[in-house]
């Protein structure tokens, strides 16, 4: 079955292991990645990105957590573009929602004045606006899609050696 497409695509990998042992692991991985990745830690919360050298606009970041589960360590893994892209994204997505709303209240209050409700028109063209929106970000993944399996297995080979799984 194919998976439905998300706006920020994720994954969970089960590694039979302690957390701070997966720790460790991923500290020495990004210690010896420096040229390829550029990783960062912080207790059980990490991030991995492309060096500035190769970065652009598109370039996604990827933030994980690791937690303690029965069977070792769970960690999930969220892809986004860089922070203040992915604000400058849902600010626009914002900016066209209260403009849908603004414009729509002054097209109700033209068609309750009995006047050409023409300010209605803008809720079709901010849906559409919306939906380009919605677009992009599959555009987006589409660019940086070698970079987002690169980090994947970037982190599939940190526990190269012992069992770890993909978790659907």
Known sequence: MARRPELRPHFDLLVPLPTDKV??????????????????????????????????????????????????????GRFAPHPSVWTMYMAMYGIVIFSMFGLGCFGLSQWLAEEPPTMLWSLPIGVILLAALYGSAFIGQGLTAEQMRGMRSFMEGCFSDVEARWVS
């Open 23 to 76: 720790m460790v692991r991923l500290t020495e991985r990004f210690e010896g990645a420096r040229p390829d990745w550029v990783g960062h830690l912080t207790g059980t919360h990490g991030q991995l990105v492309v060096p500035r050298s190769l970065r652009h606009l598109w370039s996604p970041w990827l933030t994980f957590d690791a937690r303690a589960e029965e069977d070792g360590t769970l960690i999930t």
